[in-house]
Structures are given as structure tokens and as C-alpha cells.
């Protein structure tokens, strides 16, 4: 239930045009055949000036060594990085953004190689080449003539693969930020998660480290979406055996490129826009029009979801630090409410699956008077029996009460066990809310 930075490492992708490249890169050899016909391909289509690599008569007679000693040796062929830069940048410029990212990863030349800023320009110019309703451009390589020669080699090697992801990722936070207008008005949050979650592609790994600081990733099984929360599953039979754990992360992750192959990026931790405190002449400024979001669930089913509107307190309420709000009183019977289903908290593995009765996760969101976000967590709850009587009348049944606590506040929650129907029933429920916190939050001086 949390995202931070993250990383992963895909696959590399086939490229359809080079389909015999299908090894890994590390040990790859090319057919003499394709590179026969990148040779000469490239030959008749690609001369530059400037800083990059030339075709010339050297890396000809290079080349035709190397198809003397294919044809002495039994292997029909030789290694993708003894090969002459001219041919590789030719076999590259058929290749997708992600494939050409992967490649980057074997070693310095061929990330050099594969930041090449002619390949990238062409890449570049089609993905976001302007839409013209009249004037119709016939190829690629008439889209990149808008571009100017001299404009693709003045700059650094690797300009236009920088320019394209930060495009990319541009384009899908514009992306977002429109789906995440619309806000619930009972969380404050934005209603369209589960789109934005499609949209985006975030996902979820667990990164390992043993003491010799090598990494195991192990991505997410399964989620489920809530009004104020995204449960996140791992489970697997093929966990790493570490015989030291030297460090665990939970982190997000997000591809670059929103297709159907995707290179992960890291998130940074996510953080709250600084809150400016508007003062306001009400001496009870800061202990009224308060909304409460409260959501108890577990592996996708809810045993309670509501929304408590114009809680308050009062100076008197006040009292050991904390500001107390009174949500559901013990003495109001029409404000008890059931929990629905039998609560427990659910688990699985690929083999067996259980529950632990009595616990759950609780969501809580407590909204100002402003509808800003005050007080938000989620956490596992236990329901316990209750070692001593309840503050109201007496009920008819066993009595349990459910307590979280933050540096922001604290939750106190009492529950009756109803055995003629099998249901707990919520019959107080309070907040008390950190001075420190009112104060800061508000400007007051409680």
C-alpha cells in the first residue's frame, strides 16, 4: 500500500526485422546474410559529416576479413560487438525505442552506438510528428528533413533519445492529470483510480538484498482497488533463500512508454504540497466541519464503508493533548452500525489460503472544513476483546474494541458481538485528534 522508486529488468524485445537476433546480447552472432545486406543497404543510403562514424574503405576491407573468416569457420557467425559501427547503426535504426534502450544496457559502445542521433531523430519525428489535415507527408525520412542536418549533429550524442522519453512521459502525465480532475466528494480523492492505474501502468516490486548487495525483484500478484487505498499481493513459491537479508524495499514502478512493451522507471516517494494555515477569527476555529471517510475491508470485500458529515468539538473536549471527535456515540442508537460479513483478513499463497479472524484493514480519511485532507492512513486493525465495561449501557454481548495510533491522531473503535445474528456492531467510535497538529494545521493556539 505504498509506492516509491523502482526498477526492474525486462526483457529485451525482438525486432521483426532482425528476427535471427534472438540470443541474448551478451553473446549474440548475426548472420552473415543480414549483415551482408546491412552492409550494402547501408552502403548506398547512409554518408554523414560531422562527429558521427563514416563508411569508409577501411571499414569495407574490416568487413570483408571478417566474411573470409565466417566462411574458414564451421559458425556462420560473429559477434554483434566485433562487428563495424556503420553496420551496427544500420541493423539499429530498424529497431523500436525500447529495444534500442535495452541494447544500451550491454556495454558502453553499444550504448553509445544505440544513442545515435539520427536514429532517434526518425523515431522522435514519427511518434510526434504534427497532425496536418491537408499536406501529407509520404515517410519517415520526410518528416525528419524538417529537421535540419546540422541541427541532428551539433548536438550531444544522445539529445534526442533524452528529448524523446522526456516527451513521453510528458504526454502521460497530461495524460492523468485529466483523468485525475474528478474528486469524490466524501475522500477527497480523485474517483477515477483505477483508470489512472490502467493508464499509467504503475505496478508494484518488493526488491531483496543479500550481504553481497544483489538484488531480487519479485513484482505483484494481485490488487485490489478500495475508496482510500490499493492493496497490493505478493505470493510465490519461488522466493529467493537468502541466508542474510540485508535490505527490503517496497517500490513503484511506472514504464516510459505506454505500449505493450514497457521499461519501468523509478517513482521518488510521493509527498504533500506544503499546507499554508488560513487563520480565521471563530474561536472554534479548527474543532468543527470536519467529513470522516471510514473504510474496513479485506482482499476486495467491505465489512464497512461511510462517510460521517460536520463533526466538532469544543474547547472543553480537549484534554491531554488531544482534541477529541465524537463519531458514533455509545448513548445514540441510531448511529450503531453492523459490520458486514465475516471479518477476518485474508491470505494467500499459489498453494493454500486462509484468513485471520477478527482483523482488517482500516481505511480513514479525515477531510477539514475546506475539503483538504487533514488525517489519512491505512493500516491492519484488530478487533480485541475489551478488558473493561463499556462507558454506556450495557449490551447484550461480548464487547471488543479496535485502537490505532500516529503522530497525528488516534482512533478508538468499540464493537459488540451479536450472537442471534453472527455481526459485530459498531457502537462507539471516536477521534482524537494531536494538538500540534490542529495548531499547526489551522494557525490556532489550542
Known sequence: MATGRGRFHPQPQRSPRLGALSRPLGGVGVPTRIAVEAATCFGATLFRKGPGVKFTADSLKQYARYQKQCQKSSKYSVPLDSMPSEILLKIFSFLNAVTLLCIGCVNKRLYQLASDNLIWIRIYSTSFSPKRSIWRVNSVEKIAVSVSLLSVEDKETGYWKKEYIA???????????????????????????????????????????????????????????????????????????????????????????????????????????????????????????????????????????????????????????YVKLIVISSKNNTQHLPLIGKVGLCWRTDIFEGCLKSCCVMDLTLLDESGKPFWCFSSPVCMRSSPRPSEGPNFLGQEYYVDYLDSVGKVHVELVWIEETEEYFIVDLALYLSVAKVNHWFGTKY
Not at 485529466?178 to 526488491?207: C, D, F, H, M
Not at 478500495?226 to 542474510?244: E, G, I, Q
Not at 522507471?265 to 470536519?290: A, I, M, V
Open 167 to 321: 516527451k513521453q512521459i510528458a504526454s502521460v502525465k497530461a495524460a492523468l492529470a485529466q483523468i485525475l480532475k474528478p474528486v469524490n466528494p466524501y475522500t477527497g480523492l480523485p474517483v477515477k483510480i483505477k483508470e489512472a492505474l490502467r493508464v499509467s501502468g504503475l505496478g508494484w516490486v518488493i526488491i531483496l538484498k543479500d550481504k553481497s548487495e544483489k538484488e531480487y525483484i519479485m513484482e505483484h500478484v494481485d490488487l485490489s482497488i478500495n475508496d482510500a487505498s490499493v492493496t497490493v499481493v505478493w505470493y510465490s513459491k519461488n522466493w529467493p533463500r537468502l541466508a542474510t537479508l540485508s535490505t527490503m524495499d517496497l517500490c513503484g514502478v511506472t514504464p516510459v512508454f505506454m505500449d505493450q512493451h514497457k521499461v519501468p522507471t523509478k517513482n521518488g516517494p510521493y509527498e504533500l504540497p506544503p499546507h499554508s494555515p488560513c487563520l480565521d477569527d471563530d474561536p472554534e476555529y479548527g474543532l468543527q466541519s470536519y467529513q470522516l471517510h471510514v473504510d474496513m475491508h479485506s482482499g476486495g470485500i467491505s465489512y464497512l464503508c461511510g462517510t460521517f458529515h460536520n463533526l466538532f468539538s469544543k474547547k472543553d473536549y480537549i484534554e491531554n493533548g
